[in-house]
């Protein structure tokens, strides 16, 4: 469990604050480029900021005195009092608009607890879990093989520092020599990538924070070699995976709290859906918003299946007080090379270390 010193210190975002002044210390997505055009400013809110975001007639955007990038779909913002590094060498940001989904949504809780849900792989197994083994793998996430999911609902955890955050790896059951490994990347401050199968596409969130109590969700689907396919496009827009249908003005999602996520008690009963919720985003939305604006975390209880929070949590923590006590900008906000990962999910021989055995399909070369 966390102290509530320590709780305050993850959770509240505002300028003098912990999280706060370090999330200053790195760029933040704040809208979609096609939210912005050179004829109508757009009023955003990050960070507890009020701001007005223009485009000029060259493209270049600009957020009041903040320096700002059009990059990747996404517009960005750096909101400290330094010199601003370079935009962090995110994949999807470099491959062609074709390549890539994004996707934004506003979320009615704090950050974190967004962020605590990305990279807990144990979840999956039961709040997105179906009875149907045929159901599609790539709609549900690009990267669940139901096989060894519904199998090995009990993963093992690892964990590793890297140059980028936290490499997490949920180890399962897959034959008897060999183990399926889901690895997520914990990448500072807020983003995280989901386990995708090597050749397939791959998936990236960022949790914004908005103020202390509502977030910007960013989705990114991408292929790193080739433009997404028809196929591909259909699966992601059915919106049962991880990208949500929104309101197209408020990015507010379709299925939200004031509608019970459009629960279906039936198909629930019917035990073909664990939660009768229809996508993964709105299952995810569900658990993390009902736990209030934000999460009361001085009388948890955790254990080995939350070792990825607990190593995400400290990689915060440390950075907070170094930065408070010495002034010690976070090495990822000055190595945007540190970015260049995928993450993973493989089958590898039990005797092969999972960092060693993964590491090939977790380069990102450009």
Not at 265 to 283: C, D, H, V
Request: hydrophobic share 40%; charged share 25%; aromatic share 8%.
């Amino acid at each position: 469990m966390l102290s509530q010193a320590d709780n305050d210190l993850l959770t509240r975002i505002g300028p003098g604050t912990g999280a706060g002044n370090l999330l200053r210390c790195f760029w933040q997505p704040f809208a979609l480029s096609s939210e912005l055009s050179s004829s109508q400013p757009l009023r955003v809110r990050v960070l507890g900021e009020e701001l007005v975001a223009r485009r000029r007639a060259d493209g270049t955007v600009h957020v009041d005195h903040h320096p700002a990038q059009d990059r990747g779909g996404v517009l960005w913002a750096y909101f400290g009092d330094r010199e601003p590094p370079e935009l962090p060498h995110l994949e999807w940001t470099r491959v062609p608009a074709a390549n890539r989904f994004v996707s934004k949504r506003i979320q009615f809780c704090n950050y974190l607890q967004n962020v605590e849900g990305e990279v807990d792989s144990s979840h999956v197994s039961f709040l997105h879990s179906r009875s149907d083994p045929s159901a599609s793998a790539e709609g549900r996430g690009g990267s669940i093989d139901t096989t060894y999911m519904a199998r090995d609902k009990t993963p093992r955890f690892f964990v590793l520092p890297t140059e980028f955050g936290v490499m997490i790896g949920a180890r399962r059951a897959a034959e008897a020599d060999s183990y399926y490994w889901r690895i997520t990347q914990f990448l500072m401050p807020t983003y995280t990538m989901i386990p995708a199968t090597p050749g397939g596409t791959v998936s990236f969130t960022a949790a914004v924070p908005i103020d202390d109590v509502q977030m910007l969700g960013f989705t990114v689907t991408w292929h790193p070699d080739r433009p997404l396919s028809a196929a591909e496009l259909a699966e992601i827009q059915s919106w049962t995976g991880i990208h949500t249908e929104v309101d197209p003005r408020t990015f507010v999602p379709l299925r939200n709290r004031d509608n019970e996520y459009l629960i279906d008690r039936a198909l629930q009963r019917s035990r073909r859906s664990y939660t009768g919720i229809r996508g993964i985003r709105e299952e995810d939305l569900a658990v993390q918003e009902s736990m209030g604006p934000i999460c009361d975390r001085t009388t948890e209880h955790l254990g080995s299946a939350d070792l990825g929070v607990i190593a995400m949590r400290r990689r915060l923590l440390e950075a907070i007080h170094a930065l408070a006590d010495d002034g010690q900008v976070p090495y990822e906000a000055q190595h945007p090379e540190a970015y260049r990962v995928r993450s993973a999910a493989v089958v590898l021989p039990r005797d092969v270390p999972w960092e060693e055995g993964a590491a090939e399909a977790m380069l990102a070369p450009i």
